[in-house]
């Protein structure tokens, strides 16, 4: 059977624990569409072309992920693709009760919906897109934060950005 999940976000950047959990994603199912939330409302500081592009760089090799943009409903983006599940990442417990929410309204919205949780690896279960921002702001290093190949496009673009 030939499975498609979601990995929805605003990727405002993308860091090392977005591609952990995009890579377990990728090893369990064959196509993987990571969503990049156009309207966020968080406000985000890159653009959503920035967000993709940096995207593609950081899932070179990836070959059964694809990178799209979205807006609207998840729920209504996952029938028009025909995704079988919505893959998120959990953090700490302060994760659990939006996504929760979300996954459950989801659920109602499109009841054929699944939500899968993962976690990432122990050491990006702190890690989050405004820890990024803010500590390359303050041009501190965050060079264990965010894929190699993209660290010096993500620093310079934000240094100073405060
Ligand atoms: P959103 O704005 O929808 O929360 P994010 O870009 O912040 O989007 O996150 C996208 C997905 O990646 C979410 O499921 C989020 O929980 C997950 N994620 C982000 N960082 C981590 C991390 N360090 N460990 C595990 N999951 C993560």
């Not at 959503?48 to 943009?69: C, M, Q, W, Y």
């Not at 279960?125 to 060079?143: H, R, Y």
């Amino acid at each position: 059977m030939n499975r498609t999940v979601i990995c929805p976000g605003s990727f405002d950047p993308v860091t090392l624990g977005h591609i952990d959990i995009i890579g377990r994603a990728a090893a369990m199912f064959d196509r993987v569409i990571v969503a990049v939330l156009i309207n966020s409302a968080k406000k985000p500081v890159f653009t959503v072309d920035e967000r993709i592009r940096l995207l593609e760089k950081a899932l070179v090799g990836l070959d059964n992920v694809e990178i799209r943009s979205f807006d609207g409903l998840l729920a209504e983006y996952a029938r028009k693709t025909g995704a079988d599940a919505v893959v998120r990442g959990l953090r700490a417990v302060s994760d659990f009760e939006y996504e929760f929410q979300m996954s459950l309204t989801n659920k109602k919205l499109n009841p054929e919906l699944e939500t899968i949780f993962l976690t990432s690896r122990a050491e990006y279960m702190f890690l989050s897109s405004s820890i990024v921002k803010q500590i390359a702001v303050l041009n501190g290093d965050i060079t264990n934060f965010v894929p190699e190949c993209i660290h010096d496009e993500i620093k310079n673009r934000l240094a100073g950005n405060i």
